[in-house]
């Protein structure tokens, strides 16, 4: 059984002969494993069998980006950022912080949509996704687009940038219709951007990953009324599109999101990403029994806490408690809550790929 065969019988709830493998790493962890380039990393997947790979998507080919005088870059969306780099365990990790949101003085729906730099999706030059689509299809495995971090599908956090986090969450109780216009122009960016990539990769992207964090530690950053209110309208747009290609979506969220899967499974939402550990109310046993009959599952291992920190018994605990919880009758796939960190030991991840292999099979 490939991987094509092995994820698509889990995400239409049924057992294949082993739970699916997602591997998310970071920048510096693909430096201490020694996998930081295309090659070395493919062999990397290829040789503990991951079922899914990313595509790169689109070449950006909009206006240039600029570099000020005091370092800070701007992305797509006129957005300023700085480096901000983290030493850990002798490696480090290097974030792009926001320095400056622009639309952080904007006092109207007239000045959002007079800002001069939204972006477009004509700013992009699809015609490499289809091959690279062929690339990974051929060796049967999961053909995923997801973007990068700083330009994924997504509604709230792209707002967050642009405004400010207090800011945007405060306009949508005191300033609706500035929340409004500026997620308007986002995801009216995104349709179209999401349109161009499914077009260009003529049927063969398999999932579209969205990412946008609802969740803090201990709660939803937005109740279920707000976030049905602003949000609710884009998310379904996002996946509808998808569905009208034949594609499957994947959302990326943090935190304490349960109130809000609900609402996600209206929507049309076929995989819910993170279901982080750490997080209220994330209880993979109340999640699988509520929502597993129409919502598949990805991720849920800790790299907060387990991975960074624990020994081997209790990753190997962790591993065989997700799948106890949420792989009867399929609709899950093994991966961790977010990109594992250069403060995890090489040793702990290959522990995770060992325990993935060992405890995966139904």
């Known amino acids: 059984m490939d991987s094509r065969e092995r994820t698509f019988l889990a995400l239409d709830f049924q057992e294949p002969d082993r739970v699916p493998i997602d591997f998310w790493v970071s920048s510096g962890m693909k430096k201490k494993l020694n996998i930081s380039t295309p090659v070395l990393l493919k062999k990397f997947l290829d040789l503990h069998d ?18 000020f005088s005091d370092g800070t870059q701007e992305d797509i969306w006129g957005v300023r950022r700085h480096s901000v780099t983290v030493p850990t365990r002798g490696f480090q990790e290097t974030y792009m912080e926001v320095a400056e949101s622009p639309l952080s003085s904007a006092e109207s729906p007239e000045e959002i949509n007079d800002y001069s730099h939204w ?4 700013w992009f030059d699809y015609r490499p996704i289809e091959a690279q689509c062929d690339h990974i299809r051929k060796e049967g495995r999961v053909v995923v687009f997801m973007g990068d971090r700083l330009n994924r599908i997504a509604q709230l956090k792209p707002a967050m940038y642009l405004r400010g986090v207090e800011k945007i969450l405060l ?13 308007h122009r986002i995801r009216t960016f995104y349709q179209g951007y999401e349109e161009r990539i499914f077009e260009a990769a003529a049927g063969k992207i398999d999932i579209l990953l969205t990412g946008d964090d609802f969740g803090g530690q201990n709660a939803p950053l937005i109740s279920p009324l707000l976030w049905s209110s602003f949000l609710k309208k884009g998310f379904t747009e996002y996946i509808k599109i998808a569905h009208t290609y034949g594609v499957r979506v994947m ?6 999101v349960s109130k809000i899967v609900p609402l996600l499974c209206d929507a049309g939402l076929d995989i819910l990403q993170s279901l982080q550990p750490e997080a209220q109310d994330m209880d993979p046993h109340l999640l699988k029994k509520e929502f ?5 599952f990805h991720g849920g291992i800790s790299i907060q806490n387990t991975l960074p ?9 962790e591993v065989e408690g997700l799948i106890h919880a949420l792989a009867p009758g399929g609709g899950y796939i093994l991966g961790t809550s977010h990109n594992i960190q250069a403060d995890t030991s090489v040793e702990n991840t290959h522990t995770l790929l060992r325990a993935y292999k060992t405890f995966g099979k139904y």
Not at 292 to 296: A, E, I, R
Request: hydrophobic share 25%; proline share 9%; charged share 25%.
């Open 171 to 183: 306009d949508m109780l005191l300033n609706p219709e500035i929340a409004e216009t500026i997620f």
């Open 309 to 317: 920190f624990g020994s081997s018994e209790e990753i190997n605990k």
């Open 119 to 122: 972006p477009s999706p004509d």
């Open 251 to 256: 959302h990326h969220t943090c935190g304490s």
């Open 50 to 67: 991951v079922d899914l790979r990313y595509i790169e998507g689109p070449l950006y080919t909009g206006p240039d980006l600029r570099t």
């Open 292 to 296: 597993g009959k129409k919502l598949s």
